[in-house]
């Protein structure tokens, strides 16, 4: 299906995939009902975005039958401009999440992992104040490897880097290869410690792992390390950053997602890097409340 213009230029665009979550109350093994919403890295992010303030794109294709409805209504219902996203015949792709923190995905040959340069070529990726992009986004096809480099390579705005590294989707030789041609173009990169930091710069030093992010040209490291909060590099040495106080937690999924997207839309809306990341911080421990990469996101 063709995209047709939006008169509107996103505050923030986000590029990636959104995924059929269908989670158990129980370990996967016991499972016998499913609940039925939508996530994904891309999604978690844009919704985030558009929590914090922000006009907020997001460029996907979804499938061309129910879920593909499903998930545009999804979308669309947390206030994220659909305009760019275009339905094709391959499926959507699906992970389930059991109650022990399980994780299944279905997701080759999906309609996402189809978007390529051409669909980046059709957005307004350079009119946007940031773009978000992810290691997870490149990891799925070639062609969206391709779509990530043309994106950041056309932003004009803030780009943001997740690199969001899954042993199971990609290697991490070839995840380190993803970093290091996006971290040139990245206004700020959020890894995590010690999942991202060690399999892809060899270290479970938050500082180091920083240091090194930015000796490959990152503008800012904001290395996040979970309850301890984070460390942040911008140029003029390494500060830590706490968290609030999180009084209950009900799924940690998606919190890396809620503080790169928060982070984003208030850089985009003109805040300095400290306020955005501390809003962004704010915004991923309260999302702890909440199930789901999009389950809880407080304004």
């Excluded at 990726?125 to 773009?131: H, I, P």
């Excluded at 930015?214 to 460390?231: C, F, I, K, N």
């Amino acid at each position: 299906m063709p995209v047709m213009p939006s008169s509107k230029t996103p505050d923030v665009m986000v590029l990636g995939e959104v995924l059929v979550e269908l989670t158990a109350p129980v370990p996967l093994r016991e499972a016998e009902t499913l609940r039925l919403s939508c996530s994904g890295d891309a999604l978690n992010a844009a919704a985030a975005a558009a929590e914090a303030g922000a006009s907020v794109a997001l460029l996907t294709a979804v499938g061309d039958d129910e879920l593909g409805d499903r998930i545009l209504s999804f979308i669309a219902a947390r206030g994220i401009d659909t305009t760019w996203i275009t339905r094709r015949p391959e499926p959507n792709g699906v992970y389930f999440a059991g109650a022990d923190g399980e994780f299944v995905y279905v997701r080759r040959g999906s309609a996402a992992s189809t978007i390529g340069p051409r669909d980046v070529s059709e957005a307004p990726v350079a009119e946007a104040g940031a773009v978000i992009v992810s290691g997870i986004t490149q990891a799925l096809s070639d062609s969206c490897a391709a779509a990530v480099d043309a994106a950041v390579a056309a932003a004009g705005g803030h780009v943001i880097y997740d690199p969001n590294f899954r042993g199971r989707l990609t290697t991490a030789q070839a995840a380190r290869a993803a970093l290091e041609r996006v971290a040139p173009h990245a206004a700020l990169v959020t890894p995590s410690c010690p999942d991202d930091t060690e399999a892809l710069l060899g270290t479970t030093d938050p500082a180091a792992a920083a240091a090194a992010l930015r000796s490959l040209g990152a503008g800012a490291v904001a290395v996040t390390t979970g309850a301890s909060g984070l460390h942040l590099d911008a140029g003029d040495g390494v500060r830590m950053l706490t968290p609030e106080p999180v009084s209950r937690v009900v799924d940690t999924t998606g919190a890396g997602d809620v503080l790169a997207g928060t982070a984003a839309a208030r850089l985009a809306l003109g805040d300095d890097l400290l306020a955005a990341l501390k809003r962004g911080m704010t915004a991923a421990a309260r999302s702890l409340a909440g199930p789901g990469g999009t389950g809880w996101l407080p304004a």
